[in-house]
Every structure is written in structure tokens, then in C-alpha cells.
């Protein structure tokens, strides 16, 4: 099955959704299974990851009741407060949940560079290998250094790098990012998700090539076997098409093996979730 890793759904609300800005108005307005369901089908995918986009466990139990009256939402990627004193309870009742696989927090709207590190968070994150949840390290390149830390407190835990650590594709700059890159491909419970390209380029003028660099290092340092295809899809629409984001993944793969682009595009995302 060809999955999409990465994707979001929404009703939008101005202040809940300030993060989507007016520069970003093709956004502004709702995304729901019904706007995804053809667009899938148009580009040959079978299913789909629904991740968290709102830090808020109504938007986790939203997900999760989208996940159960559309079976091709194949898993969920929620949000609760890993911090929390009474995570372990929380987790628990979150466990009988079939289609919740996962975790995130917005790592990357927190100030601290080194908020991945802080204690209370640690703990939580630690909780989640009882009850066999995944965890995605939602971060700007700002923050690397903290994940190459973060990871290997984590031996065991099923790690997953979203959009590659969302690297600076408008400015080139690839030394420090890949130096991180590398390190943290070192561990090899972490995953990298293949997606959030085009939004990191110049939305108007990114051509396939700008990705490539980037595109070279990932697959040389997770390999095949732990790198996953996500479209990003709404927020992709800022700055291309569904076909537009898929095809830089397929036509950058295609020099491999069949078995391996069935890995990059489904297979690993199939095995790392659980799905």
C-alpha cells in the first residue's frame, strides 16, 4: 500500500489556527476527509496518518473520531500533555484506542532550543514504550542539537523525524543540518519522514533540484528502510499541489529498487505506526 505519513485535517478558527497567517490564505478555511478522500485516490494512495495540528486533546479525540467513519485514515498521531502528572492514567485509556498511534507536541513553537531535554518532558516521552505509542520530533534545524541528545536517552522508543527537521531549502545552507542529521541517523530506532519540503522553499520559485542535497543526505544516512513519504498536505497547498509534493518523492526514488520506493512510500510507515 502507497501511505501518506504526514497529513492534517482542521475546522478553521482564526485564533486557534494563528499559526496560519495571511500570507498562507489558501489555508484559511476547513480541511476535513471529504476535501482528502479524492485527492488520494487521484494520486494513487491507498490511506493515510492524521496528525496532530493543535495542541489540545479535543483535536486528539477529533482525529481519532475522523479515523473511525473514514477507513482510510489508517492511524492517528494525537497530542496530550507529556508533562502531566497523571500521564500514565491519561495513556492508559488512550491505549484502548485502535487507530491513536502516537504522539506529538510542537516542538518547534517552543522557545527553549533545549525544550526536547527538559526533564518533565523526558519522563513523558519515556512513558510511551509501556503502551507502544510512537513519538514524532516536530523541530527547526535551531533545535538539532537537543534531538541528537534527545534520541539517545531513547534506545527503545520508535522515534520519527517530521518534514527533516524542516531544513533551510530557500537559503541552501545544508552544513550544520546535515552534520545533526547524521548524528542523530546514528540511532537506528529514529525514523525521517520525507515531507514539508516545498513550504521551507520559496513557494513561488522551488524547482525539484532545490531538494535534492537534502534529499541525498537522508537517504544515505537513514537508508531506505527508515525513511517514510508524507505530502504535508494541507499546509503543502501554500506552496504546491498534492501531485507536485509526491512526484519530488517519486521522481527523486525512482534509481531505487522496486521493494525499496514500496518501503520509502508505504511500507516503513506501515511497520513504524503499527497500521
Not at 505519513?5 to 476547513?30: C, E, G, L
Not at 467513519?69 to 497523571?86: M, N, Q
Amino acid at each position: 500500500m502507497i501511505i501518506d505519513s504526514h497529513q492534517h485535517f482542521w475546522q478553521y478558527h482564526p485564533v486557534k489556527d494563528a499559526w496560519i497567517t495571511d500570507d498562507m490564505k489558501v489555508i484559511q478555511r476547513d480541511f476535513l476527509p471529504p476535501d482528502l478522500q479524492p485527492v488520494l485516490e487521484q494520486n494513487g494512495v491507498d490511506g493515510c496518518v492524521a496528525v496532530q495540528a493543535d495542541q489540545s486533546e479535543t483535536e486528539t479525540q477529533f482525529l481519532l473520531d475522523l479515523a473511525a467513519a473514514h477507513p482510510f485514515i489508517k492511524g492517528v498521531v494525537g497530542w496530550t500533555d507529556l508533562r502531566a502528572p497523571d500521564l500514565a492514567t491519561k495513556l492508559e485509556r488512550y491505549a484502548g484506542a485502535g487507530k491513536l498511534k502516537g504522539f506529538r507536541h510542537i516542538v518547534q513553537g517552543e522557545p527553549d532550543p533545549d525544550f526536547l531535554l527538559r526533564e518533565d518532558f523526558c519522563k513523558g516521552v519515556q512513558a510511551l514504550a509501556s503502551y507502544d505509542f510512537t513519538y514524532d520530533i516536530l523541530i527547526y534545524p535551531i533545535q538539532l542539537p537537543a534531538a541528537e541528545k534527545f534520541v539517545q536517552r531513547f534506545p527503545l522508543q520508535r522515534l520519527v523525524i517530521d518534514h527533516m527537521a524542516k531544513p533551510y531549502c530557500k537559503t541552501g545552507d545544508i552544513a550544520e543540518w546535515e552534520k545533526s542529521m547524521r548524528a542523530i541517523a546514528q540511532s537506528p530506532n529514529v525514523y525521517c519522514k520525507i515531507s514539508g519540503l516545498v513550504t521551507e522553499a520559496d513557494w513561488q520559485r522551488w524547482q525539484p533540484a532545490d531538494f535534492a542535497p537534502y534529499l541525498d543526505v537522508v537517504l544515505d544516512a537513514f537508508g531506505p528502510q527508515r525513511l517514510m513519504y508524507g505530502s504535508d498536505w494541507p499546509v503543502c497547498l501554500v506552496a504546491a499541489e498534492y501531485a507536485q509534493v509526491k512526484g519530488i518523492v517519486t521522481d527523486y526514488i525512482s534509481r531505487l529498487g522496486a521493494a525499496e520506493q514500496a518501503a520509502i512510500m508505504g511500507g516503513n510507515a506501515t511497520a513504524f505506526y503499527k497500521l
